[in-house]
């Protein structure tokens, strides 16, 4: 489980998996200011699903690596489950991305790595004995359909394939929650929905509390909510039904 | 991570790269083995030095010469002459002294001629001196000699070692001398009778016999070679003990006005210790640099390799790796070249050591000191635990040091500029 806050004084009652408040990213490029992000405002309930929908460039992926730990904010906070992650130092960081599921929009498998080697590698990081990992990522491959190209190397798997080994690391250490960023971006549509079936499945059975990057409206329509982007802000909110 | 994890996660990607893997392999095999292999055969030398003397020479001989026992021969103006053991003799605790006359003389036995030192002693006071190896394996030593009596080491007689031999007991022996007077060059003859042939000896000794050295008695050598003058007086002292071998040296010097040089057999071993020790440093300073270079090859591909395997680093960082592990696989890595290669090195530069041996490579070398006080020597590889830990250990140090800058770069890149890398 991620940290709690220390402070026992710190009575606060924590409803959300993720919060952000007021999250700037500037880029300086020499003289040049980029500002990837302009002060974003968003809560994420447990179990929810949300879509985050707007055009490239406009600093989707720069919002998921702050959410994941991975890039630090020029300023605002991202708190997960209520600690902030401006707090943590390097090593704090790196064990709480253990516990959230990253899929990428290029894959970002291991190549020489066996797809039921790569979805073990998380395991492994977190010293899951071999058997108790082996059976675990077997089954995490079943549930995303690739039972019997378990030992396959990515270069043999087709762009759908990967994204469903990469989609099984991330869920290897039952993550608190599913950052993607555009996984469809690099597959066709109809492999896409495959993949949204079984994000959607996970979702709804399993919990699974999940943030999907895209600039696909089609594929935003499986979430839940969805969060209209543009320039680094936020302009509306749309709900499913 | 597991440890083993963390070492078949380094295997796996070593695998990935053979070719250049292989390469910074070669590096440090080549580095281990040449430590090995000089490293081997520099203290097989020394061994055999010291073996030597030990064999040939009881400690309580100590020697005259006037010549000094550097390798670059200073020669002394200062003579000595075969009477002086008379003085040498009465010197407290000196209980015998033979001098030796030695002059290189061609000489003509069987079908062939061969220049060789021709050295005139005492037979009786020889013997005595030297009990394990002046000692005929046919004909014999007589303590009383005539003119023409001759002792043949046993390589004289068989001279390329393989039975073939030149002559026997009781067969002549034509020995020539020549001097020069002026621009007069003269040729003096004899014709010895061969009366013993020695038992093979081996190695040699300062003034001790050797399986090339032709005996006369050392009154038909004064006659023949028209001198009193001797290159060497051997000395034996009635004990040992360091405070006997030095009071007597003291005195002996004194009676020559330190004009001799007085050896003992621990000076000379030390003398050739020191030799040795630097040729040893040299060689094993030489085969050390090629494995620092060796190191720099392994950082070289390192570095390469974590530039292409940035993606990879960034992916491993984003699923929570931590930094200390980035840095065990790297370092892995970069251990596991340095342990196959300093194992292949063992093989590689044991196998060198044995072949150079094996193919008497270095009997030029060996042959280099024949005329040298040490003898002919033959360099047998001495392969001892201290030099392949040794090796072993300064070849792991070599890749941790630079292994440790490429593990250090890459645990320290930042996951999501590594992952942007295209
Ligand atoms: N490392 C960086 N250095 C400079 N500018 C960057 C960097 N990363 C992203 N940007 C800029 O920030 C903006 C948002 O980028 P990004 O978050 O990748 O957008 P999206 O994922 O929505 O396509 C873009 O204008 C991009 O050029
Ligand atoms: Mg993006």
Known sequence: MIKKPKNSLEVRIISNVIEVQDLKKVYSLGQVKVNALSGINMKVPSGDFVAILGPSGSGKTTLLHSLGALDKPTSGSVLIFGSDLALLNDSQLTEFRRKIGFVFQFFNLIPRLTALENVELPLSIVRVPKKVRRKRAIKLLETVGLGDRIHHNPLELSGGERQRVALARALANKPDFLLMDEPTGNIDSKTASELLEIITTLNRENLVTTIMVTHDHEIAKYAKRILHFKDGLILKEEVNS | ?422
Request: negative net charge.
């Open chain 2, 1 to 422: 991570m597991f440890l083993s994890d963390i070492i078949s996660y380094a295997i796996g990607s070593i695998q990935r790269r053979k070719v250049r893997k292989g390469l910074a392999l070669l590096g440090v095999t080549i580095g281990i083995a040449a430590i090995i292999s000089l490293g081997s055969l520099s203290q097989g030398f020394r061994g055999i030095v010291a073996m030597q003397f030990e064999q040939g020479f009881s400690s309580d001989t100590i020697i005259l010469t006037t010549g000094s026992l550097d390798f670059l021969n200073t020669e002394s103006d200062f003579e000595l002459y075969v009477n002086d053991t008379e003085l040498i003799d009465q010197i407290d605790n000196v209980s015998l002294s033979v001098a030796l006359i030695q002059k290189n003389c061609f000489v003509h036995l069987g079908d062939e001629e061969l220049l060789l030192p021709v050295i005139g002693v005492d037979f009786s006071r020889y013997k005595e001196l030297f009990p394990n190896t002046f000692l005929t394996q046919s004909g014999s030593i007589s303590d009383f000699p005539t003119n023409n009596t001759v002792i043949l080491g046993k390589r004289v007689i068989d001279p390329w070692n393989n039975g073939t031999l030149l002559g026997t007991i009781s067969d002549e022996i034509n020995i020539t001398f020549t001097t020069r007077d002026g621009f007069n060059v003269e040729n003096k003859t004899y014709t010895g009778n061969i009366e013993g042939i020695l038992d093979e000896i081996g190695g040699s000794t300062i003034g001790g016999p050797t399986d090339m050295g032709i005996y006369i008695p050392i009154s038909h050598a004064i006659k023949f070679f028209d001198t009193t003058r001797c290159e060497t007086i051997l000395v034996k002292l009635v004990e040992s003990n360091e405070q006997t071998i030095k009071s007597t040296s003291d005195s002996i010097e004194d009676l020559f006005a330190g004009q001799v040089q007085v050896v003992t057999p621990t000076s000379i071993i030390n003398a050739i210790s020191e030799i040795v020790t630097t040729i040893e440093l040299f060689l094993i300073g030489v085969s050390a640099i090629s494995l620092v270079v060796a190191g720099v090859g392994i950082m070289n591909i390192m570095l390469t390799s974590i530039m292409e395997r940035t993606r990879e680093i960034g992916i491993l960082k984003s699923i929570g790796m931590k930094k200390e592990v980035v840095i065990l696989i790297f370092l892995s890595e970069a251990l596991i070249i340095g342990i196959l290669g300093s194992i292949f090195g063992i093989i590689v530069g044991g196998f060198l050591a044995i072949a150079v041996d094996e193919f008497g490579l270095l009997t030029g070398l060996a042959s280099g000191t024949k005329e040298t006080f040490i003898g002919e020597v033959s360099i047998s590889p001495i392969f001892n635990s201290g030099l392949l830990i040794g090796s072993v250990i300064f070849g792991l140090i070599v890749s941790i040091i630079f292994g440790l800058y490429p593990a250090w770069r890459a645990a320290k890149l930042d996951p999501v500029e590594a992952l942007r890398y295209e």
